[in-house]
């Protein structure tokens, strides 16, 4: 039975952050998963995924997308980081924040590492979003950070990452 173990828990406070870092992740755990609470400060926008601090071409992802009138798919490779995950829109519907997931298999292994994301945005709108996405990053290194960049504007207070480790027993 897989145990979680919370590593740390960052909770923006006022005024907002232009990013947000978990460092000095212990390699003692098989996998890793990242649940995130996200408001934007400024108009709706997506929130960027990288790891180690690297910001080279070194990404590639795939996505679908449903934004409550229709669907769409699209990816990209040879990215400087992961896209997809979700942030509210400061003018949408107070005090409603964006769910995401992301999960990382592996993240201490010496080969490319695997992610998969799911994130909906929570907020009285005529389009609502939803979206699964895969991601790879090609480096072989252990993950020992990850990095959380908006698109656009801070991370509003009161956004909430809490990152685990998953111990496979």
């Given at each position: 039975m897989p145990t979680f173990t919370k590593i740390?828990?960052?909770?923006?406070?006022?005024?907002?952050?232009?990013?947000?870092?978990?460092?000095s992740i212990p390699a003692t755990y098989t996998d890793l998963i990242l649940y995130a609470s996200i408001r934007c400060t400024v108009g709706e926008d997506s929130a960027y995924l990288r790891f180690n601090n690297d910001s080279g071409s070194n990404y590639s992802w795939?996505?679908?997308?449903?934004?409550?009138?229709?669907t769409s798919s699209l990816g990209a490779s040879s990215q400087v980081q992961i896209p997809n995950l979700f942030m509210v829109d400061n003018?949408?519907?107070?005090?409603?924040?964006?769910?995401?997931?992301v999960y990382v298999p592996n993240y201490t292994g010496s080969t490319l590492k695997s992610v998969s994301l799911d994130a909906v945005t929570e907020a009285n709108v005529a389009n609502p979003r939803m979206n699964i996405a895969a991601?790879?990053?090609?480096?072989?290194?252990?993950?020992?950070?990850?990095?959380?960049?908006?698109?656009a504007g801070n991370f509003a207070q009161y956004s909430t990452f809490t990152?685990?480790?998953?111990s496979n027993a």
């Open positions: 740390e828990t960052i909770t923006v406070g006022s005024g907002g952050v232009a990013s947000v870092a978990f460092s795939k996505r679908l997308l449903a934004n409550g009138a229709s003018g949408w519907t107070g005090n409603t924040f964006s769910s995401n997931m991601g790879l990053w090609s480096g072989t290194a252990a993950i020992t950070q990850v990095n959380l960049i908006p698109g990152l685990y480790g998953i």
